[in-house]
């Protein structure tokens, strides 16, 4: 099942696409104090350059998934790309924490842009079955990999050449893209010409940032506002001729239990890297360089995950594969509840068990990734690549000050901790047994996988 000239230039764009935001939100996070310093930003103001780029991140995936479905994938990313260069320029020159915001507002929309424009280029380049889970496999496997990456060479590069390099490293891999798109990619857009429903990408897109907002900020005014306008999009969607997200794709058990499984784990990794980081540097008080090495060196190991799990699923089928691997997450983050000071034992328990995590997860996004991209035709991938990057986005937003919330009603940092990665071990687990049920194929039906793997030709 090897693949064609043409179809490793493709996957060679659009997955470097996808490692360079990867990298680049990895690298910024470790830049973060000295980039905030360097503009006028106390640390008490810190977060809003992540919450400056995860609003729009969040908030305009789903509407820019499905605007490439109706205007053309590859405009999109390209447009993506620009807006990015464009945006990393801005901030690597910023003076003052006004620019920067800007800057990293910018960056978030480019992200909703490029992110499902490339994921659903990807699955109509990629026929349904073993070829496509290969595929988002390596996918990620990439992703994966640019965040460790980022997390291992984004402390040595500011310190080198200082936090604005965080931002430039972005614009000449961005011009690379922009450049080979055009002589390796087709565009795609659906066949019919269809209006875009205003009413609710309006309410979609307000209700997400309402709520994403309202999680970061805990603001409870922010939160009736996003429940109510989400509730409304419901209401359009039902009545539109036209609707931006149609209730029958929402309705699909897989794209429903697989976008579920998307959220949960996005939402419960990163909280546990963000809450054991703490521990590290504040408990065990080692420095940035030490906890990117403890993260940094299994998270270089889980990259065979990515390509493990998509030919696995290619054979076996994306059910059993998510489920095992979501387990796997939740299981190797038992035992970090029982962390405590000693430095010796508590290495001896994190490194292996972030080796174990890790894998898990990275076999976890393609299993879900997988699941809920399957079954639907090629005009509507937009929407469900746009669904699943929205439940990344969103969790990644909202997970970390969900558990951080939960850490911060003990008294203890380190029963904190304890408190909220228990937490984290039974959502993911509570996940794999509600969604193993719903995901069972129907009587008769053989998972996508098996099925694409017969001949078009067979009779």
């Given at each position: 099942?090897?693949?064609?000239?043409?179809?490793r230039?493709?996957?060679?764009?659009?997955?470097?696409?996808?490692?360079?935001?990867?990298?680049?939100?990895?690298?910024?996070?470790?830049?973060?104090?000295?980039?905030?310093?360097?503009?006028?930003?106390?640390?008490?103001q810190?977060?809003?350059?992540?919450?400056?780029?995860?609003?729009?991140?969040?908030?305009?995936?789903?509407?820019?998934?499905?605007?490439?479905?109706?205007?053309?994938?590859?405009?999109?990313?390209?447009?993506?790309?620009?807006?990015?260069?464009?945006?990393?320029?801005?901030?690597?020159?910023?003076?003052?924490?006004?620019?920067?915001?800007?800057a990293?507002?910018?960056?978030?929309?480019?992200?909703?842009?490029?992110?499902?424009?490339?994921?659903?280029?990807?699955?109509?380049?990629?026929?349904e079955?073993?070829?496509?889970?290969?595929?988002?496999?390596?996918?990620?496997?990439?992703?994966?990999?640019?965040?460790?990456?980022?997390?291992?060479?984004?402390?040595?590069?500011?310190?080198?050449?200082g936090?604005?390099?965080?931002?430039?490293?972005?614009?000449?891999?961005?011009?690379a893209?922009?450049?080979?798109?055009?002589?390796?990619?087709g565009?795609?857009?659906?066949?019919?010409?269809?209006?875009?429903?205003?009413?609710?990408?309006?309410?979609?897109?307000?209700?997400l940032?309402?709520?994403?907002?309202?999680?970061?900020?805990?603001?409870?005014?922010?939160?009736?506002?996003?429940?109510?306008?989400?509730?409304?999009?419901?209401?359009?969607?039902?009545?539109?001729?036209?609707?931006?997200?149609?209730?029958?794709?929402?309705?699909?058990?897989?794209?429903?239990?697989?976008?579920?499984?998307?959220?949960?784990?996005?939402?419960?990794?990163?909280?546990?890297?963000?809450?054991?980081?703490?521990?590290?540097?504040?408990?065990?008080?080692?420095?940035?360089?030490?906890?990117?090495?403890?993260?940094?060196?299994?998270?270089?190991?889980?990259?065979?995950?990515?390509?493990?799990?998509?030919?696995?699923?290619?054979?076996?089928?994306?059910?059993?594969?998510?489920?095992?691997?979501?387990?796997?997450?939740?299981?190797?983050?038992?035992?970090?509840?029982?962390?405590?000071?000693?430095?010796?034992?508590?290495?001896?328990?994190?490194?292996?068990?972030?080796?174990?995590?890790?894998?898990?997860?990275?076999?976890?996004?393609?299993?879900?990734?997988?699941?809920?991209?399957?079954?639907?035709?090629?005009?509507?991938?937009?929407?469900?690549?746009?669904?699943?990057?929205?439940?990344?986005?969103?969790?990644?937003?909202?997970?970390?000050?969900?558990?951080?919330?939960?850490?911060?009603?003990?008294?203890?940092?380190?029963?904190?901790?304890?408190?909220?990665?228990?937490?984290?071990?039974?959502?993911?687990?509570?996940t794999?047994?509600?969604?193993?049920?719903?995901?069972?194929?129907?009587?008769?039906?053989?998972?996508?996988?098996?099925?694409?793997?017969?001949?078009?030709?067979a009779?």
């Open positions: 099942m090897d693949f064609t000239n043409r179809e230039l493709v996957l060679l764009v659009l997955l470097g696409a996808g490692f360079m935001l990867s990298v680049d939100f990895s690298i910024l996070n470790v830049a973060l104090p000295e980039a905030g310093a360097g503009v006028g930003l106390g640390a008490d810190l977060p809003w350059i992540t919450t400056a780029y995860a609003l729009p991140a969040a908030g305009f995936t789903l509407l820019f998934g499905r605007l490439g479905d109706l205007l053309g994938r590859r405009r999109l990313l390209m447009s993506g790309m620009v807006l990015l260069a464009g945006a990393s320029l801005v901030g690597g020159f910023a003076s003052g924490p006004e620019t920067m915001l800007t990293r507002a910018l960056q978030g929309f480019a992200t909703a842009m490029a992110i499902p424009s490339a994921l659903s280029l990807l699955t109509t380049t990629f026929a079955g073993p070829r496509r889970a290969r595929v988002l496999g390596l996918n990620g496997a990439l992703l994966s990999g640019g965040f460790t990456v980022g997390a291992l060479v984004g402390g040595g590069l500011v310190t080198v050449l936090w604005r390099a965080a931002f430039f490293v972005n614009v000449p891999v961005a011009l893209v922009l450049i080979a798109t055009p002589f390796v990619i565009e795609s857009r659906a066949e019919r010409r269809t209006r875009l429903d205003v009413p609710g990408a309006v309410t979609v897109t307000g209700g940032l309402a709520v994403v907002y309202a999680v970061m900020e805990r603001h409870l005014v922010s939160a009736v506002v996003g429940v109510l306008l989400l509730a409304a999009f419901w209401v359009i969607e039902l009545r539109s001729p036209a609707p931006l997200a149609s209730l029958r794709v929402l309705r699909r058990a897989t794209v429903k239990w697989g976008n579920l499984a998307c959220f949960v784990v996005f939402a419960m990794e990163p909280a546990m890297i963000f809450l054991t980081t703490l521990y590290l540097q504040r408990v065990l008080g080692y420095g940035p360089l030490g906890t990117g090495l403890i993260f940094g060196i299994p998270g270089l190991a889980s990259v065979a995950a990515g390509v493990l799990a998509g030919r696995v699923i290619g054979r076996f089928g994306a059910r059993p594969v998510l489920a095992v691997s979501m387990a796997v997450q939740g299981l190797a983050t038992l035992p970090l509840v029982f962390l405590g000071t000693h430095r010796a034992a508590a290495l001896a328990i994190l490194v292996p068990a972030l080796f174990i995590g890790f894998f898990g997860h990275v076999a976890a996004i393609v299993g879900a990734t997988v699941t809920a991209t399957s079954g639907l035709p090629n005009d509507e991938q937009g929407l469900a690549t746009g669904l699943t990057s929205m439940s990344q986005q969103v969790a990644i937003t909202v997970g970390i000050p969900l558990l951080s919330a939960v850490a911060a009603t003990q008294a203890s940092q380190l029963a904190g901790m304890h408190l909220a990665l228990g937490l984290n071990v039974v959502l993911t687990l509570g794999v047994a509600l969604i193993w049920p719903r995901l069972r194929p129907r009587t008769g039906h053989r998972p996508p996988a098996v099925r694409e793997a017969v001949p078009a030709n009779t």
